[in-house]
Nanobody, 113 residues
Framework: VQLQASGGGLVQPGGSLRLSCTASVSILRINLMGWYRQAPGNQRELVATITRSSSTNYADSVKGRFTISRDNAKNTVHLQMNSLKSEDTAVYYC????????WGQGTLVTVSS
């Protein structure tokens, strides 16, 4: 399974970005997909996950600001990020959980004025 992440970039505090993760297989075959992030000097941490039945889970730090969603027809999971803060700056990775885990290549999000 290959995962292609996109949508990162530079945004000012308070701004928005939408990340996309497109899988090389039907995401209906994937038990759970998620977004994780890793800031410099920090460990990779969970941001949000979505199951095949569209149940979602969020890190406390992003609840109310980020929304994860899925487009089964396009084999894509999105992460809508609003009210971005400087502490959201990180490389964001998508992950697919099947019989093993698969990771995308990461996309950099920089929140700075």
């Amino acid at each position: 399974v290959q995962l292609q992440a996109s949508g990162g970039g530079l945004v000012q505090p308070g701004g928005s970005l939408r990340l996309s993760c497109t899988a090389s297989v039907s995401i209906l075959r994937i038990n759970l997909m998620g977004w994780y992030r890793q800031a410099p000097g920090n460990q990779r941490e969970l941001v949000a996950t979505i199951t095949r039945s569209s149940s979602t889970n969020y890190a406390d730090s992003v609840k109310g600001r980020f929304t994860i969603s899925r487009d089964n027809a396009k084999n894509t999971v999105h992460l809508q990020m609003n009210s971005l803060k400087s502490e959201d700056t990180a490389v964001y990775y998508c992950k697919a959980v099947m019989v093993r885990n698969f990771w995308g290549q990461g996309t950099l999000v920089t929140v700075s004025s």
